[in-house]
């Protein structure tokens, strides 16, 4: 329970993205035939983590998954010699 209104629309906003994710996940899991992790990751999702289920917490994902395509780009390119 908040004590003011800014407080208030802080946690109005988390607990709506945290009901949002936990719905969108329970909709794919209910349309998928296997079972399926879910990766809570982002610059803010710190501030759901709290308030939702969640399989594995990996905070930098997309900055680990971009740093590993810079370096296959770059192994794999053809260096041009002057």
């Known amino acids: 329970i908040s004590q003011n209104t800014i407080s208030a629309m802080n ?3 988390i607990l709506c993205a ?3 994710i936990e719905r969108i996940v ?9 079972p399926v992790q879910t990766i809570l990751t982002g ?3 710190h501030l759901i983590k709290p ?3 969640y ?3 990996a905070p930098n994902l997309t900055l680990q998954g971009l740093c590993l395509y ?6 794999n390119s053809t260096k041009i010699s002057a």
């Open 18 to 20: 945290a009901g949002g």
């Open 11 to 13: 946690t109005g906003t």
């Open 26 to 34: 329970y909709e794919i899991r209910k349309q998928l035939p296997y």
């Open 55 to 57: 399989d594995i917490w």
């Open 70 to 75: 810079a370096e296959h780009i770059l192994q």
């Open 51 to 53: 308030h939702i289920a």
């Open 43 to 45: 610059g803010n999702a």
